[in-house]
């Protein structure tokens, strides 16, 4: 089915009519529409209009709605002020408009068939090491622009650049060569299921006593800096036991991402190592362009508006005086390899903030080299730092990073116990309350991230997180189980539009936002914005919270009023799912 128009795109479209009818000497003006308290709409063009007309704008805009020929979307348009239009639309406009949104899959969001192709680079692990809170950001994120912008109808591919090569694997390498048993799992046989917890459990502990080697054992470390030289080089041996790493890294990894029910492929996964190839010639031809030159024997991008605090310049460096690559030729080369062979036209780099000043310079750096330009954009979506009560980065009571999986199983545990709190009145069974207790434990530290501004830092507090009361995921799953509750229980009538019904102040409110899903969507896709859906599906919750108040589902007084008023819980309950969904949060039927 084709897109739906919103009413405020319909709106918009008889206003312009009305405009050029009444001042063809205006053009094509902007209506300049958006809501408002005092009206549905309201239009405020007409103000700039009469300063560039040189004209009154109250007789302007009374003879603009003069033109407007009577129709079945405007029920009333007031001149207000000095020249402002406020709008009310009719309700039938509003209940037929929901209708049709109701009759398509999509809700009547527009589905883009010639949409690009973007590549979005996120959740970004290290190999051989913890996942810790630092993780959670760029994972979550990452996921939910994915699926908002697949919905939209860009093509997206996903990348994991995760952290897998460099000096630390000449130590973790040696070390497994001469303690060839530390990666061994207790489980036997070759079809034995490998937990995440033993995975990581053989990588932290051959970690620790590889480092303590190494800080203690002169021989010990020339021996590991002589492996890193084996595995650039491409020995065997040395790459086959450094796959050993990765794979154990990703048994981890997954048990991870699972908790977090989010979708991570094997294909998705291209490291640091899958440039390797590539960096060569990159700096080739970013010497040869004359993009980087030499300097004090490494090869440097500089940059007039980068200094140090002593005034200097400061570079992009991207090959290094003794040969070897830093992050700036991997990033390089991901880049030309995401344009030349992936045919992006948009990258999305789902990176923390404080690596900005890295990306700019990278970015410039490729717009130099003509690997982006009018046609390629790059963008990063930085993000803030996960905080504790106390205002300062996350950490334990002994002040170490915050473990992933520890967060993760807390905010489980908590949810469970809400959940269990509830489990009588909704009806649960003892496996329900386990499964809904993951779905609001994941949903609301997934929320709590999502509703913040990517940019800004938030406070992480699992109190507030899996309350039934404010702005949180769980209040939003709440409205939408209590949704399918009502359902269960009306069992004398079906969802049916009925729009010459005259709607309550609160029907017309939880309307009229419905109506704004669409625009929501488009919006958060553009901006790269995920914290607008979260604001657009709590507003709507709190909307249906006072619906719930002033306007009875199973005690309506007529049959067509109580078909209607299922109708718009109903299409309220298939754009939660549906926003949710979009944010990778789950909604269960009964909470």
Same mark, same amino acid.
């Given at each position: 089915?084709?897109?739906?128009?919103?009413?405020?795109?319909? @709106?918009?479209?008889?206003?312009?009519?009305?405009?050029?009818?009444?001042?063809?000497?205006?053009?094509?003006?902007?209506?300049?529409?958006?809501?408002?308290?005092?009206?549905?709409?309201?239009? =405020?063009?007409?103000?700039?209009?009469?300063?560039?007309?040189?004209? =009154?704008?109250?007789?302007?805009?009374?003879?603009?709605?003069?033109?407007?020929?009577?129709?079945?979307?405007?029920?009333?348009?007031?001149?207000?002020?000095?020249?402002?239009?406020?709008?009310?639309?009719? !309700?039938?406009?509003?209940?037929?408009?929901?209708?049709?949104?109701?009759?398509?899959?999509?809700?009547?969001?527009?589905?883009?068939?010639?949409?690009?192709?973007?590549?979005?680079?996120?959740?970004?692990?290290?190999?051989?090491?913890?996942?810790?809170?630092?993780?959670?950001?760029?994972?979550? &994120?990452?996921?939910?622009?994915?699926? &908002?912008?697949?919905?939209?109808?860009?093509?997206?591919?996903?990348?994991?650049?995760?952290?897998? $090569?460099?000096?630390?694997?000449?130590?973790?390498?040696?070390?497994?060569?001469?303690?060839?048993?530390?990666?061994?799992?207790?489980?036997?046989?070759?079809?034995?299921?490998?937990?995440?917890?033993?995975?990581?459990?053989?990588? =932290?502990?051959?970690?620790?006593?590889?480092?303590?080697?190494?800080?203690?054992?002169?021989?010990?470390?020339?021996?590991?800096?002589?492996?890193?030289?084996?595995?650039?080089?491409?020995?065997?041996?040395?790459?086959?036991? $450094?796959?050993?790493? /990765?794979?154990?890294?990703?048994?981890?990894?997954?048990?991870?991402? %699972?908790?977090?029910?989010?979708?991570?492929?094997?294909? !998705?996964?291209?490291?640091?190592?899958?440039?390797?190839?590539?960096? +060569?010639?990159?700096?080739?031809?970013?010497?040869?362009?004359?993009?980087?030159?030499?300097?004090?024997?490494?090869?440097?991008?500089?940059?007039?508006?980068?200094?140090?605090?002593?005034?200097?310049?400061?570079?992009?460096?991207?090959?290094?005086?003794?040969?070897?690559?830093?992050?700036?030729?991997?990033?390089?080369?991901?880049?030309?390899?995401?344009?030349?062979?992936?045919?992006?036209?948009?990258?999305?780099?789902?990176?923390?903030?404080? +690596?900005?000043?890295?990306?700019?310079?990278?970015?410039?750096?490729?717009?130099?080299?003509? $690997?982006?330009?009018?046609? /390629?954009?790059?963008? +990063?979506?930085?993000?803030?730092?996960?905080?504790?009560?106390?205002?300062?980065?996350?950490?334990?009571?002994?002040?170490?990073?915050?473990?992933?999986?520890?967060?993760?199983?807390?905010?489980?545990?908590?949810?469970?116990?809400?959940?269990?709190?509830?489990?009588?009145?909704?009806?649960?069974?003892? %496996?329900? @309350?386990?499964? =809904?207790?993951?779905?609001?434990?994941?949903?609301?530290?997934?929320?709590?991230?999502?509703?913040?501004?990517?940019?800004?830092?938030? %406070?992480?507090?699992?109190?507030?997180?899996?309350?039934?009361?404010?702005?949180?995921?769980?209040?939003?799953?709440?409205?939408?189980?209590?949704?399918?509750?009502?359902?269960?229980?009306?069992?004398?009538?079906?969802?049916?539009?009925?729009?010459?019904?005259?709607?309550?102040?609160?029907?017309?409110?939880?309307?009229?936002?419905?109506? +704004?899903?669409?625009?929501?969507?488009?919006?958060?896709?553009?901006?790269?914005?995920?914290?607008?859906?979260?604001?657009?599906?709590?507003?709507?919750?709190?909307?249906?919270?006072?619906?719930?108040?002033?306007?009875?589902?199973?005690?309506?007084?007529?049959?067509?009023?109580?078909?209607?008023?299922?109708?718009?819980?109903?299409?309220?309950?298939?754009?939660?799912?549906?926003?949710?969904?979009?944010?990778?949060?789950?909604?269960?039927?009964?909470?």
């Amino acid at each position: 089915m084709a897109s739906v128009p919103s009413l405020a795109s319909t @709106v918009q479209q008889r206003l312009a009519e009305g405009l050029s009818a009444a001042l063809p000497e205006a053009g094509s003006a902007d209506p300049l529409l958006r809501r408002s308290d005092r009206a549905d709409f309201q239009a =405020n063009g007409i103000l700039a209009l009469a300063k560039r007309l040189k004209g =009154n704008p109250r007789e302007l805009a009374t003879k603009v709605v003069e033109a407007i020929p009577a129709n079945d979307v405007l029920k009333d348009i007031e001149v207000s002020g000095p020249g402002f239009l406020n709008i009310t639309v009719s !309700d039938a406009a509003i209940v037929n408009t929901l209708a049709a949104r109701y009759a398509d899959a999509r809700l009547g969001v527009p589905f883009a068939e010639d949409a690009g192709t973007t590549v979005i680079d996120y959740a970004q692990p290290n190999v051989a090491k913890e996942m810790h809170v630092g993780h959670l950001r760029s994972a979550v &994120i990452g996921a939910a622009m994915v699926e &908002i912008l697949e919905f939209t109808g860009e093509k997206v591919v996903r990348r994991h650049h995760i952290g897998d $090569w460099g000096t630390q694997f000449g130590m973790l390498i040696q070390y497994l060569i001469e303690h060839p048993h530390e990666l061994d799992h207790k489980s036997e046989g070759a079809d034995a299921e490998v937990s995440g917890e033993e995975a990581m459990s053989n990588l =932290n502990r051959l970690y620790k006593a590889s480092r303590a080697l190494f800080d203690s054992d002169e021989e010990f470390k020339t021996r590991a800096r002589a492996r890193v030289v084996d595995l650039q080089a491409g020995d065997e041996e040395t790459l086959a036991l $450094w796959q050993r790493f /990765v794979d154990e890294s990703k048994i981890y990894f997954y048990s991870v991402f %699972e908790k977090l029910d989010m979708d991570i492929r094997d294909p !998705d996964i291209v490291g640091e190592s899958g440039y390797n190839d590539m960096l +060569q010639e990159t700096c080739r031809i970013l010497e040869e362009s004359g993009v980087a030159v030499r300097s004090e024997g490494a090869l440097c991008v500089f940059f007039d508006d980068v200094k140090g605090p002593d005034g200097n310049p400061v570079p992009l460096i991207v090959q290094k005086s003794d040969g070897g690559f830093g992050y700036a030729a991997t990033d390089l080369s991901a880049i030309r390899d995401r344009v030349r062979n992936l045919k992006a036209s948009t990258l999305l780099y789902v990176v923390d903030a404080r +690596q900005s000043l890295h990306f700019k310079m990278v970015f410039e750096t490729a717009r130099r080299a003509g $690997w982006l330009n009018d046609e /390629v954009k790059a963008h +990063q979506l930085a993000f803030g730092t996960v905080l504790g009560k106390d205002g300062k980065p996350f950490k334990t009571r002994e002040g170490e990073t915050v473990r992933l999986v520890d967060l993760l199983d807390e905010a489980i545990e908590r949810a469970t116990a809400v959940v269990e709190e509830k489990k009588e009145k909704a009806g649960l069974t003892d %496996e329900e @309350v386990v499964e =809904n207790g993951r779905y609001v434990g994941i949903g609301a530290v997934k929320y709590a991230d999502l509703s913040t501004s990517a940019v800004r830092d938030y %406070e992480f507090d699992l109190d507030q997180m899996v309350s039934l009361n404010g702005d949180t995921s769980v209040y939003l799953q709440y409205a939408y189980a209590r949704i399918q509750s009502i359902k269960r229980n009306v069992t004398d009538a079906e969802p049916v539009a009925h729009p010459e019904l005259e709607l309550a102040p609160a029907e017309r409110a939880l309307g009229l936002h419905l109506d +704004q899903f669409g625009a929501a969507i488009a919006e958060v896709a553009e901006e790269y914005a995920p914290h607008k859906l979260a604001a657009y599906l709590y507003q709507l919750a709190s909307h249906l919270t006072a619906f719930y108040d002033q306007c009875p589902v199973m005690k309506a007084e007529t049959r067509e009023l109580k078909e209607n008023r299922l109708f718009l819980v109903d299409l309220t309950a298939r754009t939660l799912h549906q926003g949710m969904a979009l944010l990778g949060i789950r909604t269960p039927e009964r909470l």
